[in-house]
Each structure stands twice: as C-alpha cells, then as structure tokens.
C-alpha cells in the first residue's frame, strides 16, 4: 500500500511540474503584440458599448410560457411592421444593429422576440417530456407577440431555424403574413416532392 501512495506521489509531482512547465513555455512563445496592436486595443476599450436594446420591451404569455419582445420604431412615418424570427439556440439580440437599422430607416417598425427558455424568455424549472414543444407551438408563439402588439400584418423575415417558422406562418397563418424571406433555412427536406439538394453544391457545403 506504502508503494501505491509513493508511486501515485511521485506521479502528482510529475505531472505538476510537466504543467507548470508548460505554461511557462505557452506564455513565453505567445508572440508579443505590436505597438499599433495595443494602441488598437487601448481604444476599442475606451469606446463606450453600443446601446443594444432601444426599443419598447415587455413579455407576453403563450401558452403557459412567457415571451419577451422588443419593439423598434422608426423615426418617420411607420410604413409597415417587420417581424425578425431567430435561429435555434440564438436569441433575438444576435440581430445586427445595422440589419434593423436599415428597417428603420427605411419606415419600418421592427419586432424581434426571444423563443421559449433562450435569451429574455424565461426558461421551464424542473423541465419534464410533458413541457416538450413542436415548431408549430413555436409558430403560435410569434403569432401572440403580434398580436399582443395588436399588429394586423407584418413582413415575415426568418434565419435558420426562425425560416422554418417563418414558412409556418405563411402556411397557417397567411393573413398574418405581408411578406415571407427566408435566409439560411430549408423546408420539409422529407418532402418527397421537393427537389434533392444540388449534388454540386453539397461537397462544397461540407468541405
């Protein structure tokens, strides 16, 4: 036993020297930055943050879950409503400011909102299979926040996953929709009378 606790010692000794050894070797090979580098650096955090949030915000409940939106309205004349749908796992905050800006500017409010459990929106406690949810509850959950904000119509703008949702609306729901943009989604890919993926497109997809 007095050889096992000896051995094991001498191998924790080892190995905390191999450690410390590395570290010492990372930092001192790590290439030192370059005085424009640091003036750079120096300045960006200096900069104040971008104010990220600007519009109307508040929560809505669907569903037994709770929603929470932000409502950002032009400056002129509103010609039209935008509602931005997010990917999976990404919350309405990913938006670029100067991707809704250019909404804004142009005479268009824009909605943007947090799914179920990401971002703003309250997450399920003690999550059971019987809080499991489908894309199309999703989808209702879109439809609350518009219509909590008493908004008739609005252009329907999804990415990724938000597309899919997106399409959902324009299904279920096309009086909801003035227009459908879908960006980096898909639709059904087991519909059987959609055309396949591209055989020259998917090697560089994957590449």
């Known amino acids: ?17 191999a450690l410390l050894g590395l570290t010492v070797y990372t930092c001192s090979s790590v290439p030192k930055l ?21 519009g109307e915000t508040g929560l809505v409940a669907s569903e037994g879950c709770t929603i929470w939106y932000e409502r950002i309205k032009p400056k002129d004349s509103l ?18 400011p100067a991707f809704i800006s250019n909404f ?3 005479g268009y409010e824009v909605i943007r909102y947090d799914h179920r459990g990401t971002g703003l929106s309250p997450y399920t406690k003690k999550w059971k299979k019987k809080d499991s949810y489908t894309l199309k509850d999703m989808t209702h959950d879109a439809i609350t ?51 396949p993926m591209s055989k020259k497109i998917l090697p560089k997809m994957i590449s």
């Open 145 to 195: 926040v518009l219509d909590s904000l008493k908004i008739v119509k609005a252009h329907i703008v999804g990415v990724s996953m938000g597309g899919i949702i997106a399409q959902i609306i324009a299904l279920d729901y096309p009086y909801k929709a003035s227009s459908l943009t879908c960006m980096m989604s898909s639709a059904d890919i087991a519909d059987s009378e959609l055309p």
């Open 104 to 106: 804004t500017q142009a």
């Open 34 to 54: 370059s005085k424009e580098t640091k003036q750079i650096i120096n300045a960006s955090l200096k900069t104040p943050l971008p104010e990220i949030i600007t």
């Open 79 to 96: 010609k039209g409503s935008v509602l931005l749908i997010m990917g999976n796992s990404a919350g309405a905050l990913f938006w670029p």
């Open 1 to 17: 036993m007095k050889f096992f606790r000896k051995a094991f010692k001498l191998f924790g000794e080892a190995l905390l020297v």
